[in-house]
């Protein structure tokens, strides 16, 4: 090979290094300009105003779908089934344009659970088959592209490879934004926690770029009425016992209580005996000798942080009724002990908050009381895109 041709293929190579460099960040580019776009659109449809106002429901690609938003187009549905070779392939044929699943493809979609979902990628000749699945509710997808009739099966994103359980409990849409396909993935669940996670993986030059991801935290909603569970009949609760006074005064400490331990799990206990008179703590501090209940240990990482939205989240996410924090409750002027913690089924833990009422008798106390707290997420306090 002469000395010429040797650096002319060096050129070559130098050239198409560079385009490819550029071609990457262009891409990365996109995708953070799409990311920002959705963003704004979500901050400019979000519910956002004060504590009166209804949370948003659902997750937060749906929740704009509702809507016409400019540059944002949601992926269209197909067809719904539950899965078997000859349904998915009728299905098919009967599509416009029609189109026969290959054996390869059949295969792929064995893997799925039988209930699933057929979404096309806006301006894409890409289509998602997707199922749900298990008590951890993990997404399973399956991608295909279908061109003049005929198709064959693409392959996931490639972080997918070894995100195992990176799937469950999350809500995965497929739109186009400013008209780039994206897979979205929200992290959203019935969970404590007041902040979401949106992962947008783009689809571009016949493959899966590498993904932007845009960061949410919540101010949290309350409600006593609209609840995630049934809980009085799920924990078999019996009738309050709340005295001739009845159970509004308890309602309304139960949620005041909630309300503060959300702001500041750490130093609720602290504000709450301080707006106390001597006698109320002294009354408190018999309560909880004779409960025998200490003190939660203090769950909050990384040190007292309460004017951090997201490090007070943290902290109060970590109280459940099985580790609640331990409250003095004042009605009419008398104390009671209170726990405060969320609800949790199994290994699950609920947003939704359970506020238990025990009053002192001779040498131990009696639950007198217990209320459910709904909390879901309100406005948006922050969203910043990475």
Excluded at 123 to 144: D, R, Y
Excluded at 329 to 336: A, E
Aim: charged content about 20%.
């Amino acid at each position: 090979m002469s000395p010429s041709s040797t650096i002319a293929r060096a050129a070559i190579a130098f050239i198409m290094t560079v385009a490819l460099a550029n071609t990457a960040r262009a891409a990365a580019a996109s995708c953070q300009e799409a990311t920002q776009h959705l963003v704004m659109l979500i901050k400019n449809n979000w519910p956002s105003s004060d504590e009166n106002t209804p949370a948003a429901t659902g997750d937060m690609i749906g929740w704009i779908a509702r809507k016409s938003s400019a540059g944002f187009a949601a992926g269209a549905r197909r067809f719904a089934l539950t899965y078997s070779h000859r349904e998915f392939t009728g299905r098919a044929e009967r599509l416009k344009p029609p189109f026969t699943p290959s054996k390869e493809l059949l295969k792929a979609l064995d893997n799925l659970d039988a209930d699933m979902v057929v979404i096309g990628l806006p301006g894409t000749n890409i289509v998602a088959a997707n199922s749900i699945g298990g008590t951890a509710h993990c997404n399973s997808t399956v991608f295909f592209s279908v061109s003049k009739g005929r198709m064959r099966v693409v392959p996931g994103p490639q972080a997918w490879n070894n995100d195992v359980g990176g799937s469950c409990g999350l809500t995965r849409s497929f739109a186009s934004i400013d008209r780039v396909a994206f897979i979205i993935d929200d992290n959203v669940d019935s969970g404590p926690s007041m902040a979401s996670t949106l992962t947008l993986t783009p689809w571009g030059n016949g493959k899966w770029l590498d993904p932007c991801r845009a960061d949410f935290v919540f101010a949290p909603y309350f409600n006593t009425t609209n609840l995630q569970n049934d809980w009085v009949g799920l924990n078999n609760w019996e009738n309050n016992d709340c005295g001739i006074e009845g159970c509004e005064g308890f309602r309304r400490a139960a949620l005041s209580l909630v309300k503060q331990t959300q702001i500041d799990r750490t130093g609720v206990e602290d504000h709450l005996l301080a707006a106390m008179t001597t006698s109320q703590r002294e009354a408190y501090g018999r309560l909880k000798r004779i409960a025998d209940r200490p003190d939660t240990a203090d769950l909050l990482p990384g040190g007292d942080d309460a004017a951090n939205p997201a490090t007070a989240t943290t902290a109060a996410a970590a109280l459940t009724d099985k580790g609640p924090l331990v409250l003095p409750m004042v009605v009419d002027g008398r104390v009671f002990l209170a726990t405060v913690g969320h609800f949790t089924i199994g290994w699950r833990v609920f947003s939704d908050w359970k506020v238990s009422v025990e009053t002192g008798e001779a040498d131990h106390t009696r639950e007198i009381a217990r209320f459910a707290i709904g909390m879901t997420q309100g406005p948006i306090i922050s969203a910043t895109v990475k």
